[in-house]
């Protein structure tokens, strides 16, 4: 069943696996054609000398249905005969890629090496994997996720899964942000849209490296901005948001999320699980690892606003 009150254009700024599944949410709900993910690029990483944008091919697989939604990332039934002969070799195998995954940043990369955009070649992936939604990267520019820690400065996906984001966080960085121009169609979405989503994303991680880049912010002002709680019962569903939160001196919970976002987002969805949380909130089911509820959570988090 499709929403009552079909909204105009929604535009979701996501990344990681709790943004995919509320894409993938929204746009059961409302339709692929309503739905324009802009997607964090500060995770994106050069591996054995590809490039590798892991939020962005999180919501691609996930739209295109291939995603192992076990692990909450790559490719399902996946090989790794190649990354076993790279290792052999003495090449980077920190980063676990799949044969399949690896098909998609060699043709990725090869069309950037050509001189072709990042956004244009999300476009081309979208367009072979048969993905209607639009997704667009934040930026064609580099925009880099660095995490201050008490071992130093460390790149996000070294963090993340070099070191198993064991090190406290101190501080974050978005390396190439204040240079970084928003990629093509962005800002366009931004204006035309009836509604924009703040996904329950981690917010240090996925959200704020959007927001760093300058213009984007901008485009969403006098907008109707939701931000969807990425906590339930102060926890969250995956990733080490809650402890972030902690050891950057904010709430682990909704009330925290909705300080740290403050002004830039009107409204606020939370889980029942933390209705009353913060006052003025709108309440919706937002737990939708399971891919059969995101109809009815994108349905419910559409009437929650509209
Ligand atoms: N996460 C891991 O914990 N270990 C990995 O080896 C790993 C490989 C990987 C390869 C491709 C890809 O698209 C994602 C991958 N991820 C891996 C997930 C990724 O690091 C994070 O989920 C996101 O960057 C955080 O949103």
Redesign the pocket.
């Known amino acids: 069943m499709r929403v009552k009150h079909k909204p105009g254009s929604i535009v979701v700024l996501c ?3 709790g943004g995919s599944r509320f894409v993938d949410a929204l746009r059961l709900a409302a339709g692929d054609e309503q739905v324009t993910a802009l997607v964090n690029v500060g ?1 994106d990483v050069e591996i054995l000398g590809l490039h ?1 944008s ?2 962005l ?2 919501v691609l697989y996930t739209l295109a249905g291939l995603l192992d939604e076990e692990r ?3 490719v399902s039934y996946e090989t790794y005969g190649a990354l076993e002969m790279a290792e052999r070799l003495g090449g980077e195998s920190w ?3 799949g044969d399949r ?1 690896l098909g998609l940043h060699l043709v990725r990369t090869g069309l950037m090496r050509a001189g072709r955009p990042l956004s244009e070649v999300t476009r081309h992936l979208c367009e072979r994997l048969a993905v209607r939604v639009r997704l667009l990267p934040a930026s064609d520019d580099p925009v880099r996720t660095v995490v201050e820690t008490p071992a130093g400065e460390l790149p996000f ?1 070294t963090w ?2 070099g070191r198993g984001h064991a090190d406290p966080v101190t501080g974050l960085r978005y390396e190439g942000a204040e240079a970084a121009r928003p990629a093509p169609g962005v800002v366009e979405a931004l204006g035309a849209a009836d509604l924009v989503f703040l996904a329950p994303s981690n917010p240090f ?2 959200v704020l490296p959007i927001l760093a880049v300058p213009g984007i912010p901008e485009a969403l002002t006098a907008k109707h901005v939701v931000a969807v709680s990425p906590l339930v019962g102060g926890r969250a569903l995956r990733g080490p948001l809650a402890e972030m939160m902690t050891s950057l001196g904010h709430e682990p919970g909704p009330r925290g999320i909705a300080e740290l976002y403050g002004d830039l987002a009107g409204e606020l969805v939370v889980d029942p699980a933390d209705a009353g949380s913060v006052p003025g909130a709108l309440v919706a089911p937002i737990v939708m690892v399971d891919p059969a509820v995101r109809e009815e959570v994108g349905r419910a988090v559409l009437e929650a606003v509209s």
Do not use: E, I, K, R
């Open positions: 990344g990681g696996l995770d590798v892991p939020d091919d999180t909450g990332w790559g980063f676990t890629l995954d996906q993340f899964v991680t996925s």
